[in-house]
């Protein structure tokens, strides 16, 4: 098949087909295929027709990033659509969009809930909280009676002496923390955003030991690992954390914790169910 030899050429001529021109503002009347005209695509990404053209017909080279763009904005293109287009184009996705979230979808509550022993919450790339279920509330954070600006993980841990006086290696953690906040905010594309700048600022002022990490610039993996907490009735509990990514967010983040040993995971449960009643 052609379109096997030119996939970029393939997608884009299927999505300008599936798109109607009256909608867009075009002339209507009889046409020899459904879908808007190449001329109609390139003035919608506002390029060259002669250009649009051959990136159909497979000519011309690679096109740069922005023109990927124009012609994803020309086209409608969901973002998964969008990053398809630029893994046929350039064979990288496109760089990420930041967009600061603002909740959490029912369903994504719902996985979490799911775990009815095991802590879990979804935080953003700022680490701002949106979501945790009853395990969270009952071993971590009742983020529930904290007013919704204070359900952030670090404005918590660095201004808040509860938090010190539960984890005895709070300064090891504190640099753990920093150096995922930072590798977090630069995979989501907000590292130079006002809210990041915003929030940095804040905790610089408030923390003369963040100030001292953050100047550090060091960068850390958070994929997994064991937090320990002194937890004021059940006492100490060693918990395994796993982070996910959650598909299609960029800016959002699930983190899971499991007890590491069967006698933390009996304590769990108890501590979970007793004030459940």
């Known amino acids: 098949m052609a379109g096997d030899h030119n996939a970029l050429g393939s ?21 020899r295929t459904p879908g808007l005209r190449r001329e109609e695509v390139a003035q919608r990404a506002n390029i ?20 990927l763009d124009r012609i994803a904005k ?10 398809h287009l630029f893994m046929l184009g350039l064979g990288r996705p496109p760089e990420v969009r930041y967009t600061p979230a603002d909740g ?21 790339a700022t680490w701002d909280v949106l979501g945790w279920n009853k395990a969270a509330a009952a071993l971590l954070t009742d983020y529930g009676q904290l007013p919704r ?23 090891s953690v504190a640099r753990f923390v920093v150096g995922a906040f930072r590798a977090d905010v630069a ?7 006002d809210e990041v700048t915003r929030l940095v600022d804040e905790l610089c002022l408030l923390s003369a030991e963040f100030a001292a990490l953050w100047q550090n610039n060091d960068v850390v993996a958070h994929g997994e690992g064991v937090k320990c907490i002194t937890h004021p009735e059940a006492g100490r509990l060693d918990l395994e954390f796993s982070s996910f990514a959650v598909e299609g967010r960029p800016d959002l983040g699930m983190i899971v914790y499991n007890p590491a040993t069967p006698q933390v995971a009996q304590r769990v ?8 009643d």
């Open 11 to 31: 997608y884009l001529r299927s999505r300008r087909t599936r798109l109607d021109p009256a909608v867009l503002g075009f002339a209507g009347g009889r046409r």
């Open 149 to 171: 600006e204070q359900r952030n993980i670090l404005r918590l841990m660095f201004g808040t002496a509860r938090k010190r006086v539960r984890r005895e290696d709070w300064s």
């Open 187 to 193: 995979r989501a594309g907000a590292a130079d955003t």
């Open 48 to 67: 060259s027709a002669t250009w649009y053209t051959w990136l159909e017909q497979g000519r011309g080279g690679a096109p740069s990033a922005a023109v």
């Open 74 to 83: 020309g086209l409608m293109l969901t973002e998964p659509e969008r990053a």
């Open 104 to 124: 959490i979808t029912p369903r994504l509550q719902r996985v979490l809930d799911a775990m009815p022993f095991s802590p879990a919450i979804i935080k953003t």
């Open 269 to 276: 449960r108890e501590l979970i169910e007793a004030k459940a």
